[in-house]
């Protein structure tokens, strides 16, 4: 009689003819990984751990549960140290995508929780000892809008909503679609906007005002606001720095299905609620840095870190989302539109939709 390993509550053949297994694999996550692994490994000369790697996708086929901790492989058969520290990854991954797609959570956080043994959000909210902030806590209240994307349907409902409010306050003051929707995405994780006044220094209140009259309409699930740090004097910063000194905001919006075009809301099918929470990103340079910083919000990050990159290296110049200086010459480049950017860059013109890098 051959051995059977104890798992748990149940018994686990190294044999596939001694176990049961479904279609129901809840381990689909991991046993991909081993497949392409597997594939890549016979392209190449070393194929040894491919039959390894093979048997040790069969077994969690047949396991009635997701593996979640390195530990819960403990006991079962085919599964040796390689095949472990591969599990280990790829566990590691999935957490860390899951914990930094809550809002208010980086990488280092995402890291603290893995390293504490939590797996799911549920673990997280449910644990009394894990100190949440105020953006965090309200990133899991919201947890499941949010993470749906947003359709330009509500993309633009949100717009009108915030141009609305914002001409009520300013008649002259204009709002300007960047991030994700401005390259033409039809989905999105959040809606970005930037404000701005005819004349520099009015922004900074203007914002504050929309900010107030969003919570009197009732509509302002969370705000972080961040006051200008913003020196003229300081300009050009030496060092990359990833955010900007303008006043901006990052909130979270009740939209009322009502508000919406096509009247679809990115709700499940069962949500009755009529409403849905959006993430919205604010923000309000002074009207003579608006040019730099439409260019550095429009994105994508990627492309975004090779127009600096260009410019350092391939030109002597500093770019970021308050200026652009030319070091060789010592002096700060003007620009009213991105066109007199790229053309101070010596690039040809890249329009929004062409910069999805
Ligand atoms: P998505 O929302 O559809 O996922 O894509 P996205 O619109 O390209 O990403 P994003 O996270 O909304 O960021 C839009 C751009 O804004 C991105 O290129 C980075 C840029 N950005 C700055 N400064 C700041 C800042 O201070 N905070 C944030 N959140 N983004 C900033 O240039
Ligand atoms: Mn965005
Ligand atoms: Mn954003």
């Not at 081993?34 to 048997?55: I, M, N, Q, T, Y």
């Not at 914002?166 to 970005?192: E, N, Q, Y």
């Not at 107030?212 to 006051?227: H, K, M, V």
Request: proline residues 4%; hydrophobic residues 35%; charged residues 25%.
């Amino acid at each position: 009689e051959c051995q059977l390993i104890r798992w748990g509550p149940i018994r686990v053949s190294q044999y596939a003819c001694q176990r049961r297994t479904t279609l129901d694999n809840r381990n689909k996550i991991f046993t991909d990984a081993f497949e392409v692994l597997v594939e890549h490994l016979e392209f190449s000369d070393s194929k040894g751990p491919c039959l390894a790697f093979k048997r040790a996708a069969s077994v969690l086929k047949s396991l009635p549960s997701t593996l979640r901790h390195l530990g819960d492989a403990d006991g079962l058969p085919c599964l040796g140290e390689h095949c472990r520290d591969v599990l280990e990854a790829i566990q590691c991954v999935i957490s860390h995508q899951l914990f930094t797609s809550v809002f208010g959570v980086g990488p280092k956080t995402a890291e603290k929780w893995y390293h504490r043994g939590l797996r799911t959000l549920q673990e997280v909210v449910s644990q009394p000892n894990v100190h949440l902030n105020k953006m965090q806590r309200a990133g899991l209240l919201y947890y499941r809008d949010i993470s749906r994307g947003i359709s330009r349907a509500e993309a633009d409902a949100v717009g009108r909503i915030i141009a609305e409010t914002m001409h009520c306050i300013s008649p002259s003051a204009t709002m300007t679609l960047t991030g994700g929707f401005r390259r033409g995405k039809a989905f999105g994780h959040d809606v970005d906007y930037i404000l701005s006044t005819p004349e520099s220094g009015a922004e900074e209140a203007l914002l504050l005002r929309v900010i107030d009259r969003l919570r009197y309409q009732g509509i302002l699930l969370y705000c972080d606001y961040q006051e200008s740090t913003f020196d003229k004097e300081r300009i050009p910063c030496r060092r990359f720095e990833a955010m900007d000194h303008f006043p901006k905001c990052f909130l979270i919006l009740k939209l009322d299905a009502m508000t919406v075009e096509d009247g679809g809301l990115q709700n499940n099918p069962e949500d009755q609620r009529g409403w849905r929470a959006v993430r919205v990103d604010l923000v309000a340079p002074p009207a003579d840095r608006y040019a730099y910083t439409l260019l550095g919000w429009t994105g994508s990050t990627q492309f975004e870190r090779d127009l600096r990159r260009f410019a350092r290296l391939e030109r002597g110049m500093l770019l970021d989302n308050h200026a652009l200086y030319d070091r060789n010459k010592s002096i700060l480049l003007p620009a009213k539109t991105e066109e007199d950017i790229f053309a101070h860059l010596g690039l040809e013109y890249i329009e929004p939709w062409q910069r999805n890098a």
